[in-house]
């Protein structure tokens, strides 16, 4: 006879086997579900590091996986472990195209708050399927999304099990160390605290050190791996043909509305992966956005001519340094129009991009989209608890990384250092 948790055994390179419940099984098993292996966890990254093609589906079920042993280790009811384990097995079935970065687009159409997290929720609500192997759990599973609750932060934290998998993982598939942490040792030593008539996820005093090793493995990954800048250039191309592929019309941007019709937009939001995108736009475009997607597919990528830190050694005027920081997004797309017009090139080929490399795990109040990054509590032995951040040794010493870069065609870099050099009054230091 199976345990209840090993209805269906799955082997994962991180964990060994990861065991699944029947449910868990079924809701694996749903189209929603399948697709995230259509969908690469890091986008492009590949272009640099050729192994890191795993999936979202992979990261969901070592979500999956961690958000059990946690709730163990929490001693939590198994009523309260089997609705954790769902939404962490589903917290990425909102994802669209290349991950994280279908969400600029989706964010041109839809608004800054746009985000794949409410897209989440609403396919728990509103896919067929999906609630069909829920059925009496949905608005369950919808409340530990919703809910300030212990469960919320075991899926979405400071230190969360989407988090602590990434991590590790992404390290694995590149091949890079940087994102090894001593995981065994925070898991044994994840506590909780209540406070105010709830439990927050707190780690006991004993784990410090595993805490600090697990923050500093995100901060090196995003130096050395999510912000390589051979991997902003594939996203950025990417970014490009997709804006040049919705004005063509090659995608239909009424598709990619949630307001007017939410059961349609889901309809159509499923029918998108990493194959389908690119598919569409070589299939309907005639123009840039499919030579766009060409380029990236055979890695004919767009090459560096500029690169500045802004700082204030990369750039000593503090009022230019502040106006090339606080640029939007108008002013990037003319900047990057009157640089390809004195190249006498389709401004679709030049790229102006502006890198800020922003580590929320040492930031204490990180604002993104209206939301605040939860801290990370530690727990003394006399079970008082204190803010991660506030007694961090290296957190305030660690500001967001900015940086200039300009790209273009690759018989055009010399021409095109000068004239971003002119244009915005810096000095490339490659």
């Known amino acids: 006879m199976p345990l209840k948790w090993e209805f269906k055994l799955v082997r994962c390179p991180l964990y060994g086997f990861i065991g699944l419940s029947k449910r868990e099984d079924r809701l694996l098993n749903t189209a929603a579900m399948q697709r995230l292996s259509r969908i690469k966890q890091l986008a492009h990254t590949y272009v640099v590091y050729p192994s890191a093609v ?3 589906l992979e990261h969901s079920l070592g979500a999956l996986y961690l958000a059990g042993r946690i709730c163990d280790q929490l001693r939590l009811p198994q009523k309260q472990k089997k609705l954790i384990r769902i939404a962490a097995l589903l917290h990425d079935v909102g994802q669209g195209p290349f991950s994280h970065i279908w969400e600029e687009p989706m964010r041109w159409i839809n608004g800054e708050q746009y985000s794949h997290e409410d897209v989440t929720k609403l396919i728990i609500e509103s896919e067929f399927k999906i609630g069909k192997v829920l059925g009496n759990l949905k608005n ?23 988090k602590l998998d990434y991590l590790r993982r992404d390290s694995f598939h590149t091949g890079v160390a940087y ?20 439990d927050y996820l707190a780690i006991h005093e004993k784990g410090k050190d595993a805490l600090e090793s ?16 051979t991997r ?11 804006k040049l592929a919705l004005s063509e019309g090659c995608l239909a941007e009424e598709n990619f509305k949630i307001g007017n019709d939410p059961n349609a937009f889901i309809d159509n939001f499923l029918e998108l992966d990493d194959f389908s995108v690119q598919h569409r736009i070589l299939q309907n475009s005639t123009g840039a956005a499919k030579q766009l997607i060409q380029a990236i597919r055979n890695r004919k990528l767009l090459k560096r001519a500029l690169m500045v830190p802004l700082t204030k050694s990369g750039v000593k005027n503090p009022i230019r340094r502040e106006k090339i920081i606080t640029m939007s997004r108008n002013d990037i797309e003319d900047a990057e129009e009157k640089i390809a017009t004195e190249l006498g090139i389709d401004s679709a080929y030049v790229i102006v991009h502006l890198q800020g490399i922003k580590i929320k795990l040492y930031e204490r109040f990180e604002q993104t989209l209206g939301k605040k990054e939860k801290p990370i509590y530690v727990k003394r032995r006399d079970g008082s608890i204190f803010s991660f951040e506030e007694e961090s040794p290296i957190s305030a010493s660690l500001n967001p990384i900015r940086r200039l870069y300009v790209f ?14 002119d244009m915005f009054k810096v000095k490339s230091v490659f």
């Open 140 to 162: 369950k599973t919808l409340e530990v999304f919703n809910q300030d609750s212990l469960g919320s932060d075991i899926i979405a934290s400071g230190l969360d099990v989407d």
């Open 54 to 56: 795993h999936t979202r």
């Open 232 to 242: 902003l250039i594939a996203d950025d191309m990417f970014l490009k043909a997709i």
């Open 408 to 421: 273009c065609p690759k018989g055009y870099v010399q021409k095109t250092k000068k004239i971003a050099e």
């Open 214 to 229: 697990y923050r500093l493995a995100r901060y090196a990954m995003h130096i050395q791996v999510y912000e390589h800048h």
């Open 179 to 198: 994102g090894l942490f001593d995981i065994e040792r925070i898991i044994r030593t994840v506590d909780r605290k209540s406070e105010a008539g709830r």
